[in-house]
Structures are given as C-alpha cells and as structure tokens.
C-alpha cells in the first residue's frame, strides 16, 4: 500500500536578510517553521510523510534540510536548490547525491524578469546533469511562463519534471483560459507530473471557497490524469489563506469521486514514484 505523501512544503528559521520575499502582507510567516511544528499536522491529516522543497536560492539551506530529514525520518525527500548555471554544477551535485534523501533540484524561476530564463544555455546546461543522476526538476512559474516550460521539457524527454502549483493561474481574477491552454500544452509531455499545491494563496486570501477550484482542478485532471498528479500542502505559506486541514481538505473533496486507485496515486503513490522515496 501506498504511502501518503505530503509533496510540497516548506521550513526555515526565519531571518530578514534571507526571507525578504516575505513581505508585511506575510508577516504572520516572519516566524521559524521546523519538523516539530509540521509532525502534529501530518500526523492528524493522515498523511505517513513529506517532500521539504527549497525556499532559499543557496546551498546552505539545501544541506540543513538534508540535516533536518536525518533527524526526522518522516522527511522523505528534499527537493533542493544548486546554481544550474554554474561551470561546476556537476561536481555540487554529485556531492549533494550521497545524501540519500536528495530527490531533486528546483529554482525560482517565476521571479525571473526574463520568461525565458529557463531556456539560457547555462541553465540548460544544468538541467541536463539531472537526469544522470536521476534526480527531478521542481517547475516553479507563473501561468504566463508555461510557453517556455514546454520548450524545456521537450529538450529534455528523459529528464522527471515536476509543476508546482498547477503554474499559479489568477484564481483570485477569475483567470482561466490563457493558462488552461499553456497547461494542455505542457501536459501533452509525459515527462511531467503535477502538484495539486497552492491554490488557496493564489485565491482570496479571506473571501475563497472550496467551489473557486474546482474549474482549475478540473483542467488539471483533464490534462494530467490522475496518476500524474500529487498533493502538497505548500505549508507553512498556505497559512496565510487557510490551515494545513483547510488545503488538504479542498484537494481531497475533489478527489473523492476518483476510484480508490486514482486517490491513493494523488495522496501519495505518485510523488513516491517520481521523488524515488522508497
């Protein structure tokens, strides 16, 4: 049976000089968010298990969380960050790999000003060491990115690319057509998976309802299919909008029409599969 896996969340011991993307509109996060604080949620959502995935562009964060999974085994995998750009980017990966809990690498490409940044020579480069070593790339975009997205996966058929938060359509807009087409396009790559994760933050903060998703978890359904998708919490920046109980519950009542398969798939056995967590 599979685990259930929470696949996308964050910590960090907050510092201001590190997290100035948390702004005075987030100051609620300007706090540390550590394994003892997440345990507890895990633990009452029924979930085995999760996928620590970077919120700081350097290596040094890479290596605590890969300390902070030692210490606690229900950290499954570590979705880190390494400069892909870099000449060396081979030699800091096969350092990072001999942590066994190091599934992949992502950036945070969405606050790039260049949409295509992700096509620069460098950083494909990059991309391309990844799969030698059978790690993944965490996609992190703005719907007006997915264009270049699908230009990167489908240089790279044997790379595991993963979508973070379905590619932030403006749910809060209302915004849907735009972004469901530059996700069918992506989707069409079978090289891609996809995390039903952060949606309640790009909603209403105060005023969202369950019912604002469904239109959007119904295109990723329809593109993906249920065995390429995975559930993550996004906490600790999911607080800002709900609780932990609060996004998990919108992703599981839209699931729940799913047959047993499909649901354990999205809960858990797909990011086991893809992250390689057993």
């Known amino acids: 049976m599979a685990a259930r896996i929470d696949a996308h969340q964050h910590f960090w011991r907050y510092r201001p000089e590190t997290h100035g993307w948390i702004t005075d509109a987030m100051a609620q996060l300007r706090r540390d968010f550590l394994p003892a604080d997440l345990q507890p949620l895990l633990s009452a959502a029924g979930f085995d298990g999760c996928v620590a995935v970077q919120a ?17 085994p229900f950290i499954r995998g570590v979705v880190g960050w390494v400069d892909l750009r870099a000449p060396d980017v081979r030699l800091q990966l096969q350092r990072l790999v001999t942590r066994p809990r190091f599934r992949g690498v992502r950036h945070i490409v969405q606050d790039e000003p260049d949409d295509r ?18 790690l993944t790339y965490d996609i992190l975009i703005y719907a007006r990115q997915l264009p270049a997205a699908g230009e990167l996966v489908r240089q790279f058929p044997r790379q595991r690319f993963v979508l973070d938060h379905i590619a932030k359509p403006e749910i809060r807009g209302r915004h849907l057509d735009d972004w469901a087409c530059g996700l069918e396009a992506l989707a069409a790559c079978p090289n891609v998976w996809c995390k039903l994760s952060g949606l309640i933050t790009e909603a209403d903060w105060q005023r969202w309802n369950p019912a604002d998703f469904t239109p959007y978890l119904d295109v990723v359904l329809r593109c993906f299919g249920p065995y390429r998708l995975m559930i993550g919490s996004d906490w600790p920046v ?16 839209f699931i729940a029409r799913l047959p047993p398969d499909a649901r354990a798939a999205i809960l858990g056995g797909t990011a086991e599969r893809v992250y390689g967590l057993s």
Do not use: K
């Open 117 to 134: 940044f992700m096509l620069r020579p460098e950083f494909l480069r990059g991309i391309a060491a990844l799969a030698p070593l059978r």
């Open 238 to 253: 999911c607080t800002l909008a709900g609780s932990y109980a609060d996004v998990i519950a919108v992703v599981a009542a």
């Open 56 to 72: 700081q562009q350097n290596v040094a964060e890479t290596e605590w969380l890969l300390d902070l999974a030692d210490a606690s």
